[in-house]
């Protein structure tokens, strides 16, 4: 409204009040080539108005993630992704500005793989079972060996019964020969590259011990009735004997140490000697039996 004395005269005047749009969004940190396991933070950097909503097309790798409140790009990408692009969007009421980013997740060569072992290297003994894994790592809150698509392998070839699984490097078996002390390489590939390690490693033969036969309780056993004394033996014996020879019907398995049969004859208490050996030496255990009728047991 506009007055002097002699009148008045008005005009109606229509307007709004427009947001300021972004005009300008960049992320100066980012690099394109990334690599699994390691950790990113990127902040945008936005000319113009603020920004009340932030997008990405397409969905950024997995592991990384948009925060929806600054704009930030972070986290760990755990999967190998091809070179793409990336459009992360910034936006108001007043309009929007968009930043293209090419991205490429590569595969992490993997760690060279670590077995807990004492320091002078691990000795097991010939027969003894052995299950050694290696290491793991967290990456991104998955635990594996070192990368996914890993294949493992040894050089020069374990002793003979052990073998390592080709997936997740675990070391197992029962050797059947013992090995001096010596180092396999370890060495894990995947589409990365390549890590190796040592791991010392020896089988020892040590001589049986502590032989004896459980089943034999009260030092008789029966004429005409059927006869099985197993023996219990730490270490790896290869062999068995026993001196004198058994009760007419009883016998000795060279290669277990099971005695077996039926006794024939009543014979008076005797000792017998069972020895185990292998190429490290031998242990003995003597047997003290006599033979009876089974009516000895009746009252």
Same mark, same amino acid.
């Given at each position: 409204?506009?007055?002097?004395?002699?009148?008045?005269?008005?005009?109606?005047?229509?307007?709004?009040?427009?947001?300021? @749009?972004?005009?300008?969004?960049?992320?100066?940190?980012?690099?394109?080539?990334?690599?699994?396991?390691?950790?990113?933070? /990127?902040?945008?950097?936005? &000319?113009?108005?603020?920004?009340?909503? /932030?997008?990405?097309?397409?969905?950024?790798?997995?592991?990384?993630?948009?925060?929806?409140?600054?704009?930030?790009?972070?986290?760990?990408?755990?999967?190998?992704?091809?070179?793409?692009?990336?459009? %992360?969007?910034?936006?108001?009421?007043?309009?929007?500005?968009?930043?293209?980013?090419?991205?490429?997740?590569?595969?992490?060569?993997?760690?060279?793989?670590?077995?807990?072992? @004492?320091?002078?290297?691990?000795? %097991?003994?010939?027969?003894?079972?052995?299950?050694?894994?290696?290491? #793991?790592?967290? %990456?991104?809150?998955?635990?594996?060996?070192?990368?996914?698509?890993?294949?493992?392998?040894?050089?020069?070839?374990?002793?003979?019964?052990?073998?390592?699984?080709?997936?997740?490097?675990?070391?197992?078996?029962?050797?059947?020969?013992?090995?001096?002390?010596?180092?396999?390489?370890?060495?894990?590939?995947?589409?990365? $590259?390549?890590?190796?390690?040592?791991?010392?490693?020896?089988?020892?033969?040590?001589?049986?011990?502590?032989?004896?036969?459980p089943e034999l309780v009260d030092s008789r056993l029966w004429a005409k009735a059927q006869v099985?004394?197993?023996?219990?033996?730490?270490?790896?014996?290869?062999?068995?004997?026993?001196? @004198?020879?058994?009760?007419? $019907?009883?016998?000795?398995?060279?290669?277990?140490?099971?005695?077996?049969?039926?006794?024939?004859?009543?014979?008076?208490?005797?000792? /017998?000697?069972?020895?185990?050996?292998?190429?490290?030496? #031998?242990?003995?255990?003597?047997?003290?039996?006599?033979? &009876? %009728?089974?009516?000895?047991?009746?009252?």
């Amino acid at each position: 409204t506009a007055r002097n004395a002699a009148g008045e005269v008005q005009t109606e005047l229509v307007f709004s009040v427009a947001e300021t @749009p972004p005009t300008s969004l960049s992320y100066p940190s980012v690099t394109s080539e990334l690599v699994t396991g390691e950790a990113v933070s /990127w902040e945008p950097e936005l &000319q113009g108005g603020g920004a009340l909503a /932030w997008s990405v097309r397409p969905d950024l790798p997995k592991g990384l993630e948009l925060m929806a409140s600054s704009g930030t790009i972070s986290g760990i990408p755990f999967e190998a992704v091809e070179s793409g692009l990336f459009e %992360v969007a910034a936006s108001n009421a007043g309009g929007k500005a968009v930043s293209s980013l090419r991205l490429q997740v590569r595969l992490a060569p993997p760690r060279a793989p670590v077995y807990r072992v @004492p320091a002078e290297g691990l000795v %097991v003994e010939v027969s003894e079972h052995l299950e050694l894994e290696p290491e #793991v790592r967290r %990456v991104s809150g998955l635990e594996q060996a070192t990368s996914s698509g890993t294949l493992f392998s040894v050089s020069p070839e374990l002793p003979r019964g052990l073998t390592i699984d080709e997936a997740t490097g675990v070391i197992s078996g029962v050797s059947s020969t013992s090995a001096a002390m010596a180092v396999y390489q370890v060495t894990c590939r995947n589409d990365g $590259g390549e890590a190796s390690s040592g791991l010392s490693l020896e089988v020892s033969l040590r001589p049986p011990s502590a032989l004896c036969f459980p089943e034999l309780v009260d030092s008789r056993l029966w004429a005409k009735a059927q006869v099985t004394l197993t023996p219990k033996v730490s270490g790896a014996p290869t062999a068995f004997t026993v001196s @004198p020879d058994l009760p007419l $019907g009883l016998s000795l398995d060279a290669a277990t140490g099971v005695i077996s049969g039926v006794p024939a004859l009543v014979s008076e208490s005797s000792i /017998w000697t069972v020895e185990a050996g292998n190429d490290a030496g #031998v242990c003995s255990a003597e047997l003290v039996f006599s033979v &009876q %009728v089974a009516h000895a047991l009746r009252p």
